[in-house]
């Protein structure tokens, strides 16, 4: 059983900062796409940062976070970072993380999803 447990949300001003992360336990063989997503009250869960796996990682962002936001990782901690900056409030949501792992050698893949974060961000 692979389970993601997400830690450093909480209470931030607006133009302040803020790093969350997601650590992946269990056992499994590797882990592929590691992404954060968000969902706001009354909205539905919205991509936010997806970084990919392999010696050379790209990244994506949602528009509405790009040039803010930073994913990044750390393989030998199973870790997946989100660095938050200059946040503002419509940036009030849970945060989720998620993985794609290969659990065993015969390489098949499984999305695990974290049970979210709160970020609160004040004007």
């Known amino acids: 059983q692979v389970r993601l447990v997400e830690s450093g949300g909480g209470l931030v001003q607006a133009g302040g900062s803020l790093r969350i992360s997601c650590a992946a336990s269990g056992r499994f063989w590797r882990i592929n796409d590691m992404g954060w997503y968000r969902q706001a009250p009354g909205k539905q869960r919205e991509l936010v940062a997806l970084?990919?796996?392999?010696?050379?990682?790209?990244?994506r962002y949602a528009d509405s976070v790009k040039g803010r936001f930073t994913i990044s990782r750390d393989n030998a901690k199973n870790t997946v970072y989100l660095e938050m900056n200059s946040l503002k409030p419509e940036d009030t949501a849970v945060y989720y993380c998620?993985?794609?792992?290969?659990?065993?050698?015969?390489?098949?893949?499984?999305?695990?999803w974290g049970q979210g974060t709160q970020v609160t961000v004040s004007s």
């Open positions: 970084i990919t796996a392999g010696g050379t990682t790209t990244t």
């Open positions: 998620n993985m794609v792992v290969v659990v065993n050698t015969d390489g098949t893949t499984y999305l695990y």
